[in-house]
Every structure is written in structure tokens, then in C-alpha cells.
């Protein structure tokens, strides 16, 4: 059986095709963007059964999100990729308290989802958009909903309650839910297998540093402390987003600026971060600036892995013991300064990077697999693992499927 996982964005598709052989074997990958505009694009990449590629792109105006799935659907057949597809895994950012697990959806389960909009008005509302195009071009399939939050609903009370009134979470469901969470599954579970021992007894720190960014303590291979909370807003800095913030910010800004509450919504969420901090959001760029002396930039660098290191010695408190930490995504995976920041005079939790080990050029091989940048003598794993969230997807889909 082949397995589509569908990443809907409100004006792209990013998509990846896998067989379900012995192992789960990626036979293609692509992208829709700037759909609804006046021009748009298109590409596919198959990957052949010897790791050959070929590419197929076009500028194309791409109406809506039917549109999109019809193009996706076309160049798959078109490379005879379509005739063993059984299921379609959605990517769904917030799953709220309801879904703490991969999701066969149908009429009863996409009314549940619709009812989380409110908690993640920015994603949900474009991801049901791929599900309902799906579910009606082809109804023959199976759909499963994936959900970024399942993965943090293992989260004690002491952890996902906020200090507000017990009415808010009842009535409100305000309380934190995390994300990220099929990259923090992933990567903690390959970290398991790379260290060679179970899961069950690890105690690791995961940090997802990409644009978004999070860190999570996982326990046994369960979520117990994460950084995002209600919405993805919360905790780390991020490249346009402010992480922790004291709530009377808003306030101020709204009584004594005069803002309207969607202006400070788009002002933490679309301007803040590195962005606010120095003008650009591209970590790769902000670092080049930071080299050449320019001091906003360097600033913005301190802000974010102070941030970074003040929550990676917050989850060792929590854990009580720390095996692991583990570096992923864009930023946590190509970037060797920001690892060798923040793993600095980390030797009171014991951690020790080897300056050999954590060059960017050795550690970019984490793009096949897992690299360990720690020194000998460190008490602490310190591991690089590239990210797979759609394998991630479309393995918990296989899951959901044959229940």
C-alpha cells in the first residue's frame, strides 16, 4: 500500500509519497505554492528504486486548494505512482485535548477538529481545507489526521495548567498543548535506537530549532515538559516570533499604544523574534551579520541561546537526570555555532561538545541519519538528528489504519 501525507498550508500543499514495503520507502516528494494567486508553482521529485531522482516543475496559476490536489494526483499518476494508494496521512496542527492519537476522520471527526479553530485559527482552518479536497476527490481512501499536539498529551497537570482560573481551561480549554510533536517523537525515538538502549528508560531534551523552534523533556519516551503552550507562540525565540513574553506587554501596547488586538497578534507572531531583533529571520544570515561585528545581529544570537540554555537546564530540573540532548531541524541541524553556544560551560549538567565532532561540515551528515557531536569524557549525549515529520506522519497513518 502507498501512504500520501499532505502538509496544507492557506496557500501551499507540501506533499511525499511512501511505499510500505519491509521499511517505509520514500518514492516522491513535492510542493503547490501560491495558491489563489495570480501565478503560482508546482514541482514533483520521484525517487527511483536505485536513490535516482527527476524532477518535474512548472509555473502554473493554481485556483485553489482542489486545483492543487488535482495537479498532485496528476503528476503521480503520471509517474505511476497512484495505483497502490490506499490511505492519506493530514497534517493537523492542534488537536486540542480531544485527539491525543492519529485519527481515521470522517464527517463526526472533521466537526471536532473544526471546533479547535479557535485554539489555532493560523493552521487549523488550512489543513481542514486539504482534508475536505481529499476526502472528495477521492472518497475511496482512507484519511487519517495527525496531530502536532498528540504527542505532549502525556503533559502532568503541573505542567500543561496555567495559574488562571479552572473556569478558563472548562470552558475556554486554556492550558498548554505543545507542537512540533511528530519531530519530537521522531527524533527521540532514533536517538533511542542510535544509543542502543530502550526508550523506556531514557531521559532526553529535544530541540527543534528551525523558523519555529521548541524544546521538549521526553521521560520514558513521553512528553512531560514542552515550551510551546496554547498556541506555537509561546516559549523559545523564534525568526518571527517572541517566545516568552510578560502578558502586560500586551496590555501596554494596546492602551498606551493605541494597537487593536489583531495588530499585537501579528506584531508577536509575524514580527518579533530574530526579526524584531535585528531584521532579518534567516538564522544563517543573522550569524553572517553577526561575524562581520554588526551588533543588532550579535544581540539577537545572545537573546536566542540564552533563551535555549535557560530551558535546557529548566528540563534537566525536571527530568532529574539527562542522557541525551538532541538537536534537529533547520537551524539545530546545520548550524554548528549555535549547537557550540549553547552547549558552553555546560559541565555542570555534563555536557561536553567535541569542537571536531560538531563541525558543520561532518554534522550535515545528519541529513541521512544521526551524528554525535560530544566530547569522550561527556557524561551527556549530545546528538544531531535530521527530522523526518512526514515518515513520522505517515507511520502513526499506517498505524491508524490497521488500528
Known amino acids: ?68 490536489f488535482r495537479w498532485i494526483v496528476s503528476r503521480l499518476e503520471t509517474a505511476g505512482l497512484a495505483d497502490e494508494l490506499g490511505a492519506i496521512g493530514h497534517r493537523v496542527v492542534h488537536g486540542g485535548a480531544e485527539f491525543t492519537a492519529p485519527t481515521v476522520i470522517d464527517a463526526a471527526v472533521i466537526a471536532r477538529i473544526e471546533a479547535q479553530v479557535p485554539l489555532a485559527p493560523l493552521h487549523n482552518p488550512a489543513n481542514l481545507t486539504g482534508i475536505e479536497v481529499a476526502r472528495q476527490l477521492r472518497p475511496e481512501l482512507t484519511n487519517v489526521a495527525v496531530f502536532d499536539t498528540a504527542f505532549h498529551a502525556t503533559l502532568p497537570p503541573s505542567a500543561y495548567r496555567y495559574a488562571v482560573p479552572a473556569r478558563l481551561l472548562e470552558e475556554q480549554g486554556i492550558r498548554r498543548y505543545g507542537f512540533h510533536g511528530t519531530s519530537h517523537a521522531y527524533v527521540a525515538r532514533r536517538a533511542a535506537a542510535v544509543l542502543g538502549r530502550p526508550e523506556e528508560e531514557l531521559k532526553l531534551v529535544t530541540l527543534h530549532l528551525g523558523n519555529g523552534a521548541s524544546a521538549t523533556a521526553v521521560d520514558g519516551g513521553r512528553s512531560v515538559e514542552t515550551s510551546m503552550g496554547l498556541s506555537p507562540l509561546e516559549g523559545l525565540v523564534m525568526g518571527t516570533r517572541s517566545g516568552d513574553l510578560d502578558p502586560a506587554v500586551i496590555f501596554h501596547l494596546i492602551r498606551e499604544a493605541g494597537m487593536r488586538p489583531e495588530e499585537v497578534e501579528r506584531l508577536l507572531n509575524r514580527e518579533s523574534g530574530l526579526l524584531g531583533l535585528c531584521g532579518d529571520n534567516d538564522l544563517r544570515t543573522v550569524e553572517e551579520r553577526a561575524e562581520e561585528g554588526d551588533e543588532a545581529a550579535q544581540l539577537a544570537l545572545d537573546v536566542y541561546v540564552h533563551r535555549i540554555r535557560k530551558y535546557l537546564g529548566a528540563y534537566a530540573a525536571v527530568l532529574g537526570r539527562l542522557d541525551a540532548v538532541v538537536f534537529t531541524a533547520g537551524v539545530g541541524e546545520n548550524s554548528d555555532t549555535i549547537r557550540e553556544r549553547i552547549c558552553a560551560d555546560l559541565d555542570v ?44 506522519i505517515a507511520e502513526q497513518t499506517l498505524r491508524a489504519v490497521r488500528g
Not at 554534522?363 to 554525535?372: C, E, H, N, Q, S
Request: cysteine-free; proline content about 1%; glycine content about 8%.
Open 1 to 68: 500500500m502507498q501512504v500520501l501525507v499532505l502538509n496544507s498550508g492557506s496557500s501551499s500543499i507540501k506533499y511525499r509519497l511512501y511505499d510500505d514495503s519491509d521499511d517505509l520507502v520514500l518514492r516522491a516528494r513535492g510542493l503547490v505554492e501560491r495558491i489563489g494567486e495570480a501565478s503560482g508553482h508546482a514541482e514533483q521529485v520521484v525517487v527511483g528504486e536505485d536513490g535516482t531522482t527527476s524532477e518535474d516543475s512548472e509555473d502554473v496559476v493554481v485556483a485553489d486548494h482542489t486545483a492543487g
Open 349 to 392: 549538567l555534563g555536557i561536553r561538545l567535541d569542537p571536531s565532532r560538531n563541525d558543520g561540515q561532518r554534522a550535515a551528515k545528519a541529513r541521512d541519519g544521526v551524528v554525535a557531536v560530544h566530547a569522550e569524557d561527556s557524561e551527556v549525549a549530545v546528538l544531531v538528528v535530521a527530522t523526518d515529520e512526514e515518515r513520522e
